[in-house]
């Protein structure tokens, strides 16, 4: 940073673009200069937008809770900018909008939105991290089940106490929807913990159903193993463990999975955030992909030369594998921003399932891509640190639900329901995209 010398020139400078340098010199002029970038990046940005001169193509009109993020109006912000030091921290908000809303970055994102898209909070506990991961949807009962944080703020579990899954009931969420009378105040519906037996530790992944069954991801605690699970929905005692070890070996801490759509083989990550939130021993293997055939038992690696490998899903044809690095985000470590923030993209070789032809997705302006899933038109939706960002199948970023907070993980629950899980709050945006299933029979 320059030192504040009050040169002639600088007055001069000064006296010339009052306007654009005013958020700079206010900057300066203040010691609380953390508190206050937030605010300054936004009047600035603000300032730069409202700059622009070009002619765009961007959309003028924009549906309800819509802001508009137009990539030009902030493709330059000045030598003297307030430019973000933290990906994790400081947020790209231009308009300084109250989340949650709909960042615009794509008029494609449009199409995503529809005319009347809303968003809002269904169920939230201050106190408590209680959706974190794992997100099911069973679309015979209109259930959304969900993870507490494992071993993270706000989680209460840890190397001696196991995490929570619980579920809440979408259709009492439509009626306290009728009754508000509002497209966006805030809901609270009921949080139902499940009686699990103990043979499920520390869950952090889940999808499907597979079968039936709620399929998972658990990732141990202390030296009790990593594991697969299926639970039966409606009666959670009946639990049965699919896999718990790699030729006698234990994974560092199984993180999350998806069932490959054609073949219905079920491909999780392996990554060593147990170890990192302090409730598994250090790791023995590395960080990578595995696929596993729950009618044979054979298990095997499909992917590795990741730093954290993360959330995972396919494309709807089962040809694309995207999985998440979330590289940077590293427990008791701290953060690391020169480390990946990045979703890579891979052929699923049709033979062996083995990913093929790695290459960069997106890599992600802030904190790190979690959770990872698609809408039926391919678009790729992935939880990030201020809210869920959604690209095309290309890898150009259309736009963010916004929440101006950590979103670990998301699922779509019926036709244009999407339900993003952030730690203390479960959001509702209700859209015009709708997912595909990611059950298999
Ligand atoms: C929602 O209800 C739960 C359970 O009663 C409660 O703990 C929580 O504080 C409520 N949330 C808000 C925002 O009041
Ligand atoms: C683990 O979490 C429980 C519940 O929050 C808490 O009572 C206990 O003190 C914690 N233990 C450790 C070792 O942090
Ligand atoms: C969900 O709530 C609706 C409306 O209250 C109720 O009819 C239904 O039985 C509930 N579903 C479950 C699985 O409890
Ligand atoms: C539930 O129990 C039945 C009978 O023992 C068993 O066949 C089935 O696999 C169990 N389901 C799960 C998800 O464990
Ligand atoms: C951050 O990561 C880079 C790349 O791996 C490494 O060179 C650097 O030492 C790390 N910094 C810290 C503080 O760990």
Known sequence: ????????????????????????????????????????????????????ASPSSFPTKLP?????????????????????????????????????????????FLDILGETPSIRVVASNPGFAFAHEAPIWLSSTNELFFASNDGGPLGFSNLTQNNQYAKINLTEVEAAITASHSATSPLNVTVSKLDLPDTIQMTNGGTGPFRGALLLVNSGRGLLPPTLALVDPTNPRNTTVILDNYFGRQFNSLNDAKIHPKSGKIFFTDVTYGWLNQFRPLPLMPNQVYRFDPDTGVVRAVADGFDRPNGIA?????????????????????????????????????????????????????GVPDGVQLDSKGNLYASCGDGVHVWDSTGKLLGKFFLGTVS?????????????????NIFLAQIAATGFSVAFP
């Open 1 to 52: 940073m320059q030192k504040s010398i009050n040169t002639d020139k600088e007055d001069t400078l000064k006296d010339k673009s009052n306007e654009s340098r005013a958020p700079w010199s206010l900057m300066r002029s203040t010691n609380l200069l953390a508190s206050l970038v937030a605010l300054l990046v936004g009047l600035y940005y603000a300032t730069a937008s409202a700059q622009q």
């Open 64 to 108: 309800p809770q819509s802001v508009p993020a137009d990539p030009q109006s902030f493709a330059v912000l000045g030598q003297n900018a307030p430019f973000r030091q933290s990906a994790f921290t400081q947020f790209l908000n231009p308009t300084n909008a109250s989340p949650p809303f709909f960042q615009v970055f794509d008029p494609a």
């Open 314 to 366: 396919f494309s709807e044809d089962g040809q694309t594998a995207y999985i998440a690095d979330t590289g940077s985000s590293r427990g008791f470590l701290g953060n690391n921003q020169t480390e990946p923030a990045t979703v890579y993209a891979f052929d699923v070789d049709p033979k062996s399932q083995a990913f093929l032809n790695r290459r960069v997705f997106a890599y992600v302006d802030t």
């Open 408 to 424: 670990s993980n998301l699922v779509f629950a019926g036709k244009g329901h999407l339900m993003i899980l952030a730690e203390t």
